[in-house]
């Protein structure tokens, strides 16, 4: 079966330091991943996926099929930043379904 | 980006009534819609994909009967609740996947109280 595990539901880090958000997910085959944010009172986002290899926002994750996680990181955390942050699989191909992670809610404190 | 609207964002509702939950993509044509469900401090959790012109195809463990969901358009779908009880008292996000998009769009929610 598959599934997404943030094993952090609350994190908290000053200003201006590194932050890391952990994802790891189960699945047999080659998945898809995602990062969702969502600011308050805002509706759920994509911030980015694996297959862009992009930065969005200073935020990067990279797909680590051996460790089986796509963990997100921002060198310098912002007060922007604080927000609900869901790691998300896409299960099937074609059928565009999407697991999601338990969401960490990431405190920046100035 | 593409917007997708929900109605109405918040409803209360006696046991034993229905409800019926509006998702709409403004901008675009929503080949698939998506709803979840997501209980407080909980994560989103699949129930149902739901095709345009065709029957939606439910998660394991969602009654289809319970949860009738109707996309009869490209713009709409529509998620009702049949019966409800207050244990299906929960957010109700969807979501909206447009044939000239990669990722899905979501609503901005209802919230549905049973009493």
């Known amino acids: 079966a598959q599934r997404v595990t943030q094993p952090e539901k609350l994190l908290s880090v000053f200003k201006g330091a590194p932050v890391e958000l952990k994802c790891n997910y189960s699945y047999s085959g080659s998945p898809e991943l995602f990062w969702y944010v969502q600011y308050s009172r805002q509706r759920l986002q994509l911030l980015l996926r694996?297959?862009s290899r992009e930065s969005i926002k200073g935020f990067t994750a990279d797909l680590n099929k051996g460790e089986t996680s796509f963990h997100l990181k921002k060198p310098f955390a912002q007060e922007e930043d604080s927000a609900m942050y869901y790691c998300a699989l896409m299960a099937e191909f074609g059928a565009q379904k999407l697991v999601f992670g338990q969401g960490t809610r990431l405190t920046i404190n100035p | 980006g593409a917007v997708v609207s929900q109605h109405p964002s918040w409803v209360i509702c006696k046991s034993g009534t229905s409800v019926k939950i509006e998702c709409r993509s403004l901008d675009f044509q929503a080949t698939t819609m998506f709803w979840y469900r997501q209980f407080p401090k909980q994560s989103l959790m699949l129930m149902a994909t739901?095709?345009?012109?065709?029957?939606?195809?439910?998660e394991q463990g969602v009654e289809k009967d319970k949860f009738l969901i109707n996309h009869a358009s490209l713009t709409l779908s529509t998620l009702t609740v049949t019966s409800a009880h207050p244990e299906d008292s929960s957010f109700y996000i969807c979501s909206a996947l447009g044939s000239s998009y990669n990722e899905q769009f979501f609503g901005p929610g209802t919230r549905l109280t049973v009493l």
């Open positions: 739901s095709n345009e012109g065709s029957k939606a195809t439910y």
């Open positions: 694996h297959i």
